[in-house]
Nanobody
Framework: QVQLAESGGGSVQTGDSLRLSCAGS????????MAWFRQAPGKEREEVAA???????IYADSVKGRFTISKGSDSNIFYLQMNNLKPEVTGMYYC??????????????????WGQGTQVTVSS
């Protein structure tokens, strides 16, 4: 059974940093895409960052230069380092994994597996 578990969310102030972690189990893909999504209240879930099997990364324009996605030494763990946080990035953050390469235009449908989410709240 595939499981993804996020951790690291919390309530912080503008300018603070957080690191989200996603620990996966029950799968092993030679090609894959690992991603973080954000869903703000009343809005659609949107992709924030993604990393593929080769380490290539994709970022939403709103977080470029402030967020970094990376993979751990264990192939089923990945992270989202979030620096200089702003209130507009508040939302539930979900990690997701696909058995395919990343595809910037594919959206939510690319991903096979999802975590339950971790809340990030940034206050001004």
């Amino acid at each position: 059974q595939v499981q993804l578990a996020e951790s690291g969310g919390g309530s912080v102030q503008t300018g603070d940093s957080l690191r989200l972690s996603c620990a996966g189990s029950g799968y092993s893909y030679s090609r894959h895409c690992m991603a973080w999504f954000r869903q703000a209240p009343g809005k659609e879930r949107e992709e924030v960052a993604a990393v593929d099997s080769d380490g290539n990364t994709i970022y939403a324009d709103s977080v470029k230069g402030r967020f970094t996605i990376s993979k751990g030494s264990d192939s089923n763990i990945f992270y989202l380092q979030m620096n200089n946080l702003k209130p507009e990035v508040t939302g539930m953050y979900y990690c997701a994994v696909s058995h395919k390469d990343c595809d910037e235009g594919a959206g939510l449908g690319l991903y096979n597996h999802w975590g339950q989410g971790t809340q990030v709240t940034v206050s001004s």
